[in-house]
């Protein structure tokens, strides 16, 4: 079954930068579209990104549009998010997982599996 294990998570200042892994445990993921997710305490799970197979079709919520940049690399089976400009309404446990498709990130990651164990970001001052 497929793993993925977050991290490159941490404390940084407002307007700092933090750049997430995804590692999966096997080539396989690399058919599969990736997304990242967070949740703070008290909120739902928020769709962040998601990135497709193939054309790696990218996809970002409005909230991180122009400050945050997903990637992957297939020769290390692994996906990135690039986050900058952070704020602190960013901090929260940031989650990948994967799926078919990009389509239902938003709304429906309840469709996404082979769920990590998170990695913390806190954006403070």
């Known amino acids: 079954q497929l793993q993925l294990v977050e991290s490159g998570g941490g404390l940084v200042q407002p307007g700092g930068s933090l750049r997430l892994s995804c590692a999966a445990s096997?080539?396989?993921?690399?058919?599969?579209?990736i997304g990242w997710f967070r949740q703070a305490p008290g909120k739902e799970r928020e769709g962040v990104s998601c990135?497709?197979?193939?054309?790696?079709?990218?996809n970002y919520a409005d909230s991180v549009k122009g400050r945050f940049t997903i990637s992957r690399d297939n020769a290390r089976n692994t996906v990135y998010l690039q986050m900058n400009s952070l704020k602190p309404e960013d901090t929260a446990v940031y989650y990948c997982?994967?799926?078919?498709?990009?389509?239902?990130?938003?709304?429906?990651?309840?469709?996404?599996?082979?769920w990590g164990q998170g990695t913390q970001v806190t954006v403070s001052s």
């Open positions: 997982a994967a799926n078919y498709y990009c389509r239902d990130y938003g709304s429906h990651s309840n469709l996404f599996g082979s």
């Open positions: 990135i497709s197979s193939g054309d790696g079709s990218t």
């Open positions: 096997d080539a396989f993921v690399n058919r599969l579209a």
